[in-house]
């Protein structure tokens, strides 16, 4: 069980309950009633708890669960346990995080304005609203129904965000629209400044960086991450795409929906990237180019020129997967020759 | 026109004025009357706009664009559609920088401290500062003239701020100097401890740090970066210079004046850095080298030896340019050869 | 002497306090009671001041200081200018760290609740604590005595920080449990959700983050670097391990004790790593690894395979150390070779 200090547990619920929350089928209708407590990984879990199987590397793990009941592939349903409750699914693991979603809820909103938080006259707070000790909202900010303002957040005057988002401590957010059910981490800074200049010797004049962001429905940014707002388009970070902690999205930066940005990560300005690509760990992507749908980049590759969908990449600068890999593996052989030193 | 929630537009100018301001001349004095609304991009400029021809690939939408007026380099000046004033100036993005600086001037401050900030009886406020909700500002501090605190910006005890700066919300300063018209973004953080230890396999013992962080004046430092104070010596910025978001600087380093400093790179400890180096994206510099003056240092790169005035580097470990795309080529070729797995 | 805006001289120390403070030994008995004022490099240094000697590459410098006393090793002890008393130990710089410590020693708390934070009813907080401006604390968290929480930091409800900790300024803590002598600075996100979605083409489903983070005593983590919680099991940062600047610790990381992990380096999810082990800057870590104790990363690497205890490793894929350094060699050797394309 999660340490209570930190997780609220609902239910129990019964497996009917849990088929209904994850969509996935009983395999035994005897079993409606049964009801169950917690969910818990397969090595640990009880008669009483939720587990799931969905990397083929824990079907020993799953053989020898004590589970009561488990979210399993159909094509891997015979190989469990005998007597153990079945939750059928093409699709354990996403029906796991709806279970697991079950049984620890977001706390309820407390709804109301702290005495210590600043919030403009101007501004307007929708219904159920949380806003956080210390927090300050600007001028002419709109904050939409059932959405929390962490403590000592700043939203700057005009911003815009959605219903029922989750905008943690000390963000700060300006010149930007945020859609519906976002989360914002801790430290998330939007809407600055791009970085703009036009340079030169005797000295490097400030350019107005006079867009916004747009934030998508849905979309989730870690914390410490920047998204700079853009040059007089906007910066826009399509719905349902996430964001890992401490990454750089640059001015004028279009990103699709559903894509998924790893870790220290970062996106140079005017880059435009399409739906359900992924960027691995501390990647880098040069700016003005054209990335496409379904593209996959490795961990630490640098970007240089555009890619086409559903291509994968990797390497400095980054060349297709393949290439990359027999490159590297070129690479270590010359480490591993002795004595050629010419 | 920008979004009036976050920009409000100064103007109308007429030709005669957006020429002082630019610093260009005017093509057909009789159009010095005429005036203009906003800027705009030569995409969508009407007659009525101000935009400008900075990069030689736009010179096709320069032809056909329907600005107003736009700002042009002499040589390019032929070029322009039939009635369209012109601004001629060699530095034609320098001009529309000031003159979007005109039509878009930065908020007027509202002198003052909000009731919810805390400011030391010992702190020294100059006249027309802004302190916004939250904001702390320490024993001893000293703000200039003319400069804005940011919402639940800290300013540690005896940190000097100077005259007409803009330190954004979230910020942290402490043991630190900063000089006129700064500009630190959301999340900066100034002045905290190096990472120095005297190290050991029985644990490692914090060595003090007694310097401080010394900015130049013109300075900007984007989101969440942060610099270190010097271990006695300073850490020390120098003037002009403007560092992009997710920057580290290590505690000693010594940066020259107008240098470009891209997002998420880092320079370590005791590193001195000359005058107008340019330093790319996610590229590290390692401690204790000399850079010299008018270097440039690729996106990405590593850089682990000391580099000479006007010099370009790239890779990991950096080479010079010319060798790296030679190294990068002959690699890529190696990730072409099929078969040669011995 | 350090700037004392921000720092405060104790002292003075007389040359038997000196020896007690550093555990070295005194090479000239008679000397125990002369007094010492400050700490100075070797090149500034006069007859009141206390300098070391640590690096062999300053042995001139030693040699010709006007110090007053030196820390010194044994081995070098007779290459000292005459007159000079010495202080003697095989670990001159930890016995300097000690020395300048008790100089400036950190500044008392002012143990209270400032007026402007905000302190839950069902919080507990230890004698001695200073909660400054605008701090909030949830409930039924836990303050160690003695412990400092920074103006604007946000401790979330059932977050458990030791005794005698540095929570620097806008910090935010949630779900974690921070040891005694922990130093966080500014800017530092813990607990926060790791980054963990069932992912789909029809949308990621968010996976609930159900552990904790785990801070062992003694650790410092740097400014802006992120740690986030488990997704069942906690994230483990083991005693004494010193994490610099903008450091990225994934869900379910496990480090060991005394690590040193450098600024902007990361450690992706569920990778556990041993004891001393070093990661240089800007370093990564792919998830699920094992590292062992003593490890030594180079800066810049990315690691995507397991390393035994006591290994030294570099590059992008990293390799042993020395077979990096030849791939180096060889690859610089392609780029000087010109002319062949094909």
């Given at each position: 069980?999660a ?5 609220q ?6 497996l009917?309950e849990?088929?209904e929350?994850?969509?996935?089928a009983i ?11 917690d969910v818990a ?5 009880g008669?009483q708890?939720?587990?799931f ?9 799953f053989?020898?669960t004590?589970?009561?009941v488990?979210l399993v592939?159909?094509?891997l349903a015979?190989?469990a346990?005998a ?15 709806r ?10 909103l407390?709804?109301g304005?702290h ?10 707070v929708?219904?159920g609203?949380?806003?956080d000790a210390g927090?300050?909202?600007g ?7 059932n ?8 939203i700057?005057q ?5 219903v029922?988002?989750q905008i943690?401590?000390n ?7 945020v859609?519906?059910a976002?989360?914002?981490h801790p430290?998330v ?11 030169g010797a005797?000295g ?7 867009g ?5 429905d ?8 920047t998204v700079d707002r853009g040059?007089?388009?906007?910066t826009i970070i399509g719905?349902g795409?996430?964001i890992?902690n401490?990454?750089q ?6 990103l699709g929906?559903g894509c998924i940005?790893v870790?220290q990560s970062g996106?140079?300005g005017s880059?435009?990237?399409?739906n359900?690509t ?10 003005h180019?054209?990335?496409?749908d379904?593209v996959q ?7 240089m020129r ?11 600068p980054?060349q297709p997967m393949k290439?990359?890999?027999r ?5 270590e052989?010359?480490?591993k020759?002795k004595?050629?030193?010419?």
């Open positions: 069980m340490d209570e200090r930190f997780f547990l609902a239910g129990p619920f019964d009917a849990l088929a929350i994850s969509g996935a395999s035994d209708s005897d079993a409606k009633g049964r009801k169950f407590t990984p397969l090595s640990t879990a008669a708890h939720v587990s199987l969905d990397n083929k590397k824990y079907i020993a793990a053989t020898q004590s589970a009561g488990c592939d159909p094509s015979d190989r346990p007597g153990m409750a079945l939750l059928i699914t093409p699709q354990p693991y996403h029906g796991y995080a279970i697991a979603s079950a049984f620890y809820p977001a706390s309820a407390l709804s304005i005495a210590t938080a600043t919030v403009s006259d101007s501004a307007t929708g219904d609203v949380q806003i927090a300050f909202v001028n002419g900010a709109v904050i939409g129904a959405t929390r303002i962490g403590p000592n957040t700043v700057e005009g911003v815009h965000v959605g029922g988002c943690a401590a963000v700060t957010l300006q010149c930007c629209d859609g519906d976002v989360i914002l430290g800074r939007i809407g600055q400044d791009g970085f703009g200049f036009a340079m005797s490097h004049e400030k350019v107005p960086q006079l916004r962001v747009v934030i998508g849905h979309v989730e940014i870690g914390a410490n991450s040059t007089g388009p906007d719905a795409t996430k890992d401490q990454v999205i640059g001015h004028n930066v279009q929906q940005i870790a996106v140079s880059t435009e990237i399409g359900l992924v960027i691995g760990g501390q990647a880098g992507i040069a700016g180019l054209k990335i496409g379904g980049i490795a961990a630490k590759s640098g970007v555009n890619i086409e969908s559903g291509h994968t990449v990797g390497g400095l980054a290439n990359w890999l490159s590297v593996s070129a690479v052989r010359l480490g020759k004595g050629k030193t010419k």
